[in-house]
């Protein structure tokens, strides 16, 4: 086999002198790094297979790209913060822990090609340099050297895969006052992976590494921006940053430099640490940090528990949702970053996990949100009103609900922070329903039961127990009932004002005649679910049949076309044969009509004279009233009470006026009817009045609503 001469780019190799017993043992600790490597990817080959050895070498580079490693611009990125990360390890190994922050500097200097695209990016600092140990670890994957600060030595492997030419330089201390530099190419295909590597003495004030990864790989990403690099160095040494364990990084993008320090001071607001017992006696303390941050610094840790290990956010728990953290009042993200010598132990080799039993795990994270909690009392105070608001507000919209609240602050204190009002009601309804069921378990239960002389007693007490429940459960749908009232009185009411305010008319009566009672139907007492003739008298719904805005033909009186608003027959919900039970019509004008297009007392009197000694009957042509010279008629009239209107009806049959001013009331003879004006104002009041008074009957619920209710009635 030809000796190779040249490495993989061509360049010759130095000559190689015979191999003397320095020269082995060089050879087999290059053997026992391969092996490393291979070890490291789950391969290993019997120590005598000298050429599967240096196959595999060439193997392990060609497959870094598998490995799981980052890829594309995260991989670019990726080198940057293992760069950065050595040389925080370096500075605090030669300050120490408690002075490296102050005392370290590390400066990233990124070039570009013409074309904006990556040439270089240098990281140099002034932490211990590479001495004889430090240069031993740095060749070796997977290194114990700085295992204690956090160093894993698997960041060489991302700039393998992303750069082709890494090129070192470091100055270190030798002996008790001299120094060494040193300079080489790191190329770990080559059997000798420092290249050109050259020491000379050192200058005392030069101490520290300088890292210089160019020559981005074919196929790997070389764009890079102030703006993404800044941003992204801020995200992943946040941790660093608001512990003040960070060195000085100055990043210098062309001609302009930014001190990442100073920006993050700008955008990060520490409030306080604390140092609390975690939930789990192997735990031990952990430190928890808590700061806003601006949003703009990373939206995934915003609003986040971090847990850290060594400097770096090893795992992010989103507690956005848990504390309504989005609407914090000061326009800031929260974060709550936890370490401790626990976790700093636990984590694993990617730093991606920790090593740890679940319940310890939990134990930290469960110890961290109560700290943050504690922390963001303020801001779940205000959310807790804001729940109060909404939780009155849907027990007074569906009362029934209030069967699982007996004291609004009680169970406000009970709901998460992040529930909204969707979710609280989703969350009354679902406990709503168990009750139900459960009731109807227990129902069904004593039902089935077997009656005793032992158990009657018992059995009697339980039953009044299920009973009463039933009576409250009734008596919460009722109250359900009468708010749905309320809310379509506002609606009529709303119907009352202009519907064109610039051209100052109002809405015709056909609108407030469909929200009363659907128009050009005929109905039966069994459709009550289909109008809301209670708005104008309770007992309207009892009538067996009623028509809506249809002709007098339709019911039977042939010739007649004309249409009352509403005409109704057989008040007890049946017909009764043989006797006289009254028809009642009512007519209703349009709100705002100051003259009175039609005298509507005249209207409905003429509908009297045009039903008498006629038959009514409904669509089927069954036989729904006899109307004889005796039938009595009741008559209502409703409209808007102008002064023009009032003369109108103190001139008529109709001329008493009402106790309360609102209306107006007479009695016809001839016609034997009763007639009776009533304002909108006065039908709609005394709908209201009608509907609190019996809505007051029914109580069951918590003081908060039925004062919020009696407001809103009010």
Not at 16 to 34: F, G, M, Q, W
Not at 174 to 199: N, Q, R, T, W, Y
Not at 340 to 357: H, I, N, P
Request: glycine share 6%; hydrophobic share 35%.
């Amino acid at each position: 086999m030809n000796e190779r001469t040249t490495n993989v780019r061509g360049q010759p190799l130095a000559s190689k002198p015979s191999r003397s017993l320095k020269d082995r043992n060089a050879e087999l600790h290059n053997v026992t790094k391969i092996l490393t490597y291979a070890l490291w990817l789950g391969q290993l080959v019997p120590w005598g297979d000298k050429k599967r050895v240096g196959e595999m070498k060439f193997d392990v580079i060609g497959r870094i790209g598998n490995m799981g490693l980052p890829d594309g611009k995260t991989a670019l990125l990726f080198s940057i913060y293992e760069a950065v990360s050595n040389a925080i390890q370096a500075i605090e190994e030669r300050f120490g822990r408690a002075d490296f922050a102050k005392r370290g500097v590390i400066n990233l200097l990124v070039e570009l090609n013409s074309d904006k695209t990556l040439n270089c990016v240098a990281i140099s600092d002034n932490g211990i340099g590479l001495n004889g140990t430090h240069l031993k670890s740095f060749e070796t994957c997977d290194t114990r050297q700085k295992y204690a600060i956090g160093g894993k030595g698997v960041g060489r492997l991302i700039w393998i895969k992303v750069f082709d030419d890494i090129h070192v330089k470091s100055t270190y201390e030798v002996g008790l006052d001299g120094h060494e530099a040193i300079s080489f190419k790191f190329d770990p295909a080559l059997d000798d992976s420092l290249v050109d590597m050259h020491k000379s003495p050192g200058d005392g004030d030069q101490v520290g590494t300088q890292i210089i990864l160019g020559g981005i790989k074919a196929g790997q990403s070389s764009e890079i921006s102030r703006s993404l690099l800044a941003r992204h160095i801020c995200h992943h040494f946040f941790p660093f940053f608001i512990a003040g364990s960070m060195p000085r990084l100055n990043v210098m993008f062309g001609r302009r430099d930014l001190d990442i320090g100073e920006y993050l001071s700008s955008k990060v607001e520490k409030q306080f640490e604390e140092i609390v017992d975690a939930k789990s006696i192997s735990v031990g303390k952990i430190n928890i940090s808590h700061a806003y941050v601006d949003k703009t610094i990373s939206q995934e840790l915003s609003n986040a528990i971090l847990l850290t290990a060594q400097g770096r956010v090893v795992k992010s728990v989103e507690i956005e949702k848990k504390f309504a953290l989005k609407s914090l009042d000061n326009g800031k993200a929260y974060v709550c970053v936890v370490k401790s010598d626990f976790l700093d132990s636990r984590v694993d080799q990617e730093r991606t996990g920790f090593k740890a039993l679940e319940s310890e795990m939990d134990a930290i994270t469960d110890t961290a949100i109560e700290a943050a909690e504690r922390f963001l009392d303020a801001h779940i105070a205000r959310i807790r009103k804001i729940q109060r608001r909404l939780v009155i507000e849907i027990l007074e919209e569906h009362p029934q609900l209030a069967i699982s609240v007996k004291n609004v602050d009680q169970y406000v204190s009970s709901l998460s922070p992040s529930m909204a009002e969707e979710e609280i009601g989703k969350t009354l309804f679902t406990l709503l329903y168990r009750h139900e069921r459960k009731l109807r378990y227990q129902i069904k239960a004593i039902s089935d039961e077997s009656v005793t002389q032992d158990n009657e007693s018992p059995r009697r007490e339980q039953i009044d127990e299920l009973v009463q429940k039933v009576t409250d459960d009734a008596k919460r749908r009722l109250a359900e009932y009468t708010i749905k009232r309320h809310q379509i009185i506002q609606l009529a009411k709303s119907l009352l004002r202009y519907s064109d305010t610039e051209k100052q008319s109002y809405h015709w009566e056909a609108t407030l005649h469909e929200l009363i009672c659907p128009m050009g139907r005929m109905l039966e007492a069994k459709d009550y679910d289909e109008h809301n003739l209670w708005l104008v008298d309770d007992l309207m719904s009892y009538y067996s049949f009623f028509a809506s805005d249809k002709s007098l033909a339709a019911l039977g009186v042939e010739g007649e076309r004309k249409e009352p608003d509403l005409i109704f027959f057989n008040p007890y919900g049946f017909r009764r044969e043989g006797t006289n039970d009254p028809v009642v019509i009512i007519e209703f004008k349009r709100p705002g009509d100051e003259a009175l297009s039609s005298d509507p007392v005249d209207q409905v009197l003429d509908y009297i004279e045009r039903l008498r000694s006629r038959t009514v009957r409904d669509i089927e042509g069954a036989i729904v009233s006899d109307i004889n010279d005796q039938t009595p008629f009741e008559c209502i009239v409703v409209c808007d009470l102008s002064e023009t209107a009032r003369k109108k009806f103190q001139r008529s049959v109709a001329q008493h006026p009402t106790p309360d001013g609102l209306g107006y009331y007479g009695f016809s003879p001839n016609h034997r009817a009763s007639i009776k004006v009533l304002s909108y104002a006065k039908v709609f009041r005394d709908a209201e009045l009608r509907n609190q008074s019996f809505f007051s009957k029914l109580g069951l619920l918590p003081q908060e609503v039925r004062t919020a209710l009696r407001r809103a009635a009010e």
